[in-house]
């Protein structure tokens, strides 16, 4: 017990229910970080962050939560999500209720996000580069292949290129 609370209902009151926006929640324990370097999200656009990590939960062992006020993810951001949290759940929340819950789903092919690891892939070209495009050859570990040369890319160095 703490505070006359149980332990489970004192882990759900850690982190306060949002007005509007979007809690993006079961990411994997120690990847929130990730997550919001995925959508871009530096903490200077103003809108209200709130980052829990390694907290305890019954679907996955621990999880991190990211809530994002007044902000709805582009279908594309939620795809890219799927790369470093592939558990994680979207919900839409208006005036304090779950209005929308999607589960991230990888697309087969994803366009940018990464940089082809081949220095001479036309994806690199300084002078008109082509956006660069994968396919998503392998889920778990994800694995990527990039269509204009074929190199493929692995978990690691996707997770190293977003957070740098
Ligand atoms: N949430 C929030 N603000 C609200 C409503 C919900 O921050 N006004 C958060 C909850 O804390 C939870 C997530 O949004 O992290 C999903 O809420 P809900 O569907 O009510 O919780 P669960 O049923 O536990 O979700 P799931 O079944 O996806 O585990
Ligand atoms: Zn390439």
Do not use: F
Request: glycine share 4%; proline share 3%.
């Amino acid at each position: 017990m703490v505070n006359g609370l149980s332990e489970k209902d004192s882990s759900k009151i850690r982190i306060v229910k949002i007005k509007d926006g979007t809690v993006i929640d079961h990411i994997s324990a120690g990847h929130a970080l990730e997550v919001l370097g995925i959508i871009g999200l530096t903490g200077k656009e103003g809108n209200v962050l709130t980052i829990a990590m390694n907290i305890s939960s019954s679907r996955i062992e621990r999880k991190d939560i990211v809530k994002v006020e007044d902000r709805i993810l582009e279908d594309e951001e939620v795809a890219r999500i799927a790369l470093v949290a592939p558990n994680a759940t979207i919900n839409v929340i208006e005036d304090y209720k779950v209005v929308k819950k999607t589960r991230v789903q990888l697309p087969s092919t994803i366009t940018d996000v990464v940089r082809c690891p081949n220095t001479r892939c036309v994806t690199n070209k300084e002078r008109e580069p082509i956006h660069a495009k994968y396919q998503v050859v392998s889920q778990k570990p994800i694995r990527l292949k990039c269509l204009y040369c074929w190199n493929h890319i692995e978990e690691e160095d996707i997770v190293a290129q977003l957070v740098d």
